[in-house]
Antibody, heavy 119, light 101 residues
Framework: DVQLVESGGDLVQPGGSLRLSCAAS????????IHWVRQIPGKGFVWVSR????????SFADSVRGRFTISRDDAENTLYLQMNSLRVEDTAVYYC????????????WGQGTLVTVSS | DIQVTQSPSSLSASVGDRVTITCRTS??????LNWYQQKPGQAPRLLIY???TLEIGVSSRFSGGGSGTQFTLTITSLQPEDVATYYC?????FGQGTRLE
């Protein structure tokens, strides 16, 4: 099956760190741009970060730049989001999603993983 | 950055109704406007891409249209399974969502 499966969400204290994983099956991550998008439960979507198909070009939302990094392990066909200096406002369900870049739609989403930042 | 504004925020309708959701962009865009459906507890599902192209497997009761800065998602002959929240998206920007009840 073609799918994305996120993991790594947890309860963490403010200032803490967490690494999210997005494992792909049925296709190669290296053929797509892969994004992280987050959603506060009951609210809308906010784009967080992306890595292009070249595996090197990355972008981040202003709210997470300097605190989050995105990387890809082609051997494991897995995407990672390293989240440092976490804030209460980072609390959300984090989804990974793929597209072909340049305005193409997110045609495949994972089921999401919940990150809760609270003391 | 181009901002995306969606309306209404919620919509109540009956089985068999036709409903329309509107998405406006802060400046004219090309055809890279997409629509998603999200049911409670589920991940979003792509419904329509490039303004009006139906994703494979999506009911023909869904249609998209528009150009410039105004775009629409129309659902005809509303069915109980259409209860969901609908989002438009352009690049890294998402609309605020329309909850259809």
């Amino acid at each position: 099956d073609v799918q994305l499966v996120e993991s790594g969400g947890d309860l963490v204290q403010p200032g803490g760190s967490l690494r999210l994983s997005c494992a792909a099956s049925g296709f190669s991550l290296s053929g797509y741009w892969i994004h992280w998008v987050r959603q506060i439960p009951g609210k809308g979507f906010v784009w967080v970060s992306r890595i292009k198909s070249d595996g090197r070009s990355t972008s981040f939302a202003d709210s997470v730049r300097g605190r989050f990094t995105i990387s890809r392990d082609d051997a494991e066909n897995t995407l990672y989001l390293q989240m440092n200096s976490l804030r209460v406002e980072d609390t959300a369900v984090y989804y990974c999603a793929r597209d072909k870049g340049h305005g193409t739609p997110f045609d495949l989403w994972g089921q999401g993983t919940l990150v809760t930042v609270s003391s | 950055d181009i901002q995306v504004t969606q309306s209404p925020s919620s919509l109540s309708a009956s089985v068999g109704d036709r409903v329309t959701i509107t998405c406006r962009t802060s400046q004219p865009i090309d055809n890279s406007l997409n629509w998603y459906q999200q049911k409670p507890g589920q991940a979003p599902r792509l419904l329509i891409y490039e303004v009006s192209t139906l994703e494979i497997g999506v009911s023909s009761r869904f249609s998209g249209g528009g150009s410039g800065t105004q775009f629409t998602l129309t659902i005809t002959s509303l069915q109980p399974e259409d209860v969901a929240t609908y989002y438009c998206q352009r690049s890294d920007s998402f609309g605020q969502g329309t909850r259809l009840e």
